[in-house]
């Protein structure tokens, strides 16, 4: 079973503070890992991807991976009201299949 | 460089009614996706073709078929719709940029079947 679990929320955080989202998954012959980021009505877009364990930083975004754990997590550096949105984690497989955890919805207060 | 283009953006069908749903990219990727999304279950994907001329199913395609047209276009058929087909649908297609598989997605179908 591949499945992708993540935490629906809502997750509040004020502005400025650090975001934390997280996603576990079941299947060990998992290759990739990535974060979307889609607001309300619109299509998904790609944050983040991650292949081996540790951390990969993106401005300031950081997605933390461990296989062994099976987690993977992404980190959001003060968070402001443009980053409320739901944020997915996907698990890509070698094969193209791709698949996805249900979202958790962010909300940045001012 | 439109990126993603699906057609219809919005479709309401009756039990049964068949229709297919269009994609086409113009970013010459060679992986293309179906998914349906449905609230409270993230993204599912339905089938998807790794290049021109191959389809293969995801995790939930049945009442569904595709056609990989060419290397642009992947399009998806409902034969006879049921309202569980009720939902949103994405076309997506992916490329490797700097070692990162990366998908891009078409701004949806919204499908109810009543």
């Known amino acids: 079973q591949k499945e992708v679990e993540q935490n629906s929320g809502p997750l509040s955080v004020p502005e400025g503070a650090i975001a934390s989202l997280n996603c576990t998954y079941s299947?060990?012959?998992?290759?990739?890992f990535f974060w979307y980021r889609q607001y309300s009505g619109k299509s998904p877009e790609l944050i983040m991807s991650?292949?081996?364990?540790g951390d990969k930083e993106d401005g300031r975004f950081t997605a933390q991976l461990n296989k062994a754990s099976q987690y993977v997590s992404l980190l959001i550096r003060d968070s402001q009201p443009s980053d409320s949105a739901t944020y997915l984690c996907?698990?890509?497989?070698?094969?193209?299949?791709?698949?996805f955890g249900a979202g958790t919805r962010l909300t940045v207060k001012p | 460089n439109a990126g993603v283009t699906q057609t219809p953006k919005f479709q309401v069908l009756k039990t049964g009614q068949s229709m297919t749903l269009q994609c086409a990219q113009d970013?010459?990727?060679?992986?293309m996706y179906w998914y349906r999304q449905d609230p409270g279950m993230g993204l599912r994907l339905i089938y998807y073709?790794?290049?021109?001329?191959?389809?293969d199913k995801g995790e939930v395609p049945n009442g569904y078929n595709v056609s990989r047209l060419n290397k642009r276009e992947f399009s998806l058929r409902l034969e006879s719709a049921a309202p569980s087909q009720t939902s949103v649908y994405f076309c997506?297609?992916?490329?490797?940029?700097?070692?990162?598989?990366?998908?891009?997605f078409g701004p949806g179908t919204r499908l109810t079947v009543l």
């Open positions: 997506a297609s992916s490329t490797v940029l700097a070692g990162t598989d990366t998908q891009y």
């Open positions: 299947d060990r012959v998992s290759q990739s």
């Open positions: 991650i292949y081996s364990n």
């Open positions: 996907a698990v890509g497989y070698n094969n193209n299949d791709m698949r």
């Open positions: 970013m010459n990727h060679n992986s």
């Open positions: 073709s790794a290049s021109e001329g191959t389809t």
